[in-house]
């Protein structure tokens, strides 16, 4: 989870630097959209071990990560490769 973290900070900086939108270009980018959601997923996760408030949000936000990465894998391997 941390060199995901470093991997979006250094994202952000490299398209600073190219004067992109980093905002902008994760919303372009379907594959940035499961990365996202998995970050996110990891870390309500783990907030929901030691608050247990946030059990069902880290579970919804888990399925919507489980779906998106699905569906990218299925777009990219049965639709776009061949």
């Keep these: ?3 995901m973290i470093f991997i979006y900070f250094f994202f952000v900086i490299v398209n ?8 902008s270009v994760i919303i372009t980018y379907y594959s940035l959209w499961g990365a996202t959601l998995a970050l996110l997923a990891q870390i309500f ?3 929901a071990c030691n608050r247990e408030g946030w059990f069902k949000i880290a579970y919804i ?3 919507i990560s489980y779906a998106v990465n699905t ?4 777009v990219f391997w049965f639709i776009l490769w061949p």
């Design 71 to 74: 569906t990218i894998v299925i």
């Design 1 to 3: 989870m941390i060199a």
């Design 45 to 47: 996760s783990m907030i």
């Design 61 to 63: 936000t888990t399925e």
């Design 16 to 23: 600073i630097a190219q004067q992109f939108n980093p905002l």
